[in-house]
Nanobody, 114 residues
Framework: QVQLVESGGGLVQSGGSLRLSCAASGFTFSRYTMTWYRQAPGKERELVAG????????KYADFVKGRFTISSDNAKNTVYLQMNNLKSDDTAVYYCYHGVSRTWGQGTQVTVSS
């Protein structure tokens, strides 16, 4: 059974940084299948960052380019989202998603105070 467990969220001031982690289990890990999404109150869930290829080519939403970085540690079956220069608009619940099994994690809350 595929399981995704996010961690690393919290309260941070505008301009600060956080690193989210998504620990995966229950499948043969490949970063190519992992994506980060977020959902702010009253808004639809939106893609934040993901891997285009298993070789590590990445894609980012325009609103996070230059501020967020997705990475992975295959030995730990974990995907990370480094978030720098956070803004109040980044306040949301952040989810990781495994595309092959269509499994979502439980989400981790990120709150950015201005």
């Amino acid at each position: 059974q595929v399981q995704l467990v996010e961690s690393g969220g919290g309260l941070v001031q505008s301009g600060g940084s956080l690193r989210l982690s998504c620990a995966a289990s229950g499948f043969t890990f490949s970063r190519y299948t992992m994506t980060w999404y977020r959902q702010a109150p009253g808004k639809e869930r939106e893609l934040v960052a993901g891997f285009i290829t298993s070789g590590g080519i990445t894609k980012y939403a325009d609103f996070v380019k230059g501020r967020f970085t997705i990475s992975s540690d295959n030995a730990k079956n974990t995907v990370y989202l480094q978030m720098n220069n956070l803004k109040s608009d980044d306040t949301a619940v952040y989810y990781c998603y495994h595309g092959v099994s269509r499994t979502w994690g439980q989400g981790t809350q990120v709150t950015v105070s201005s």
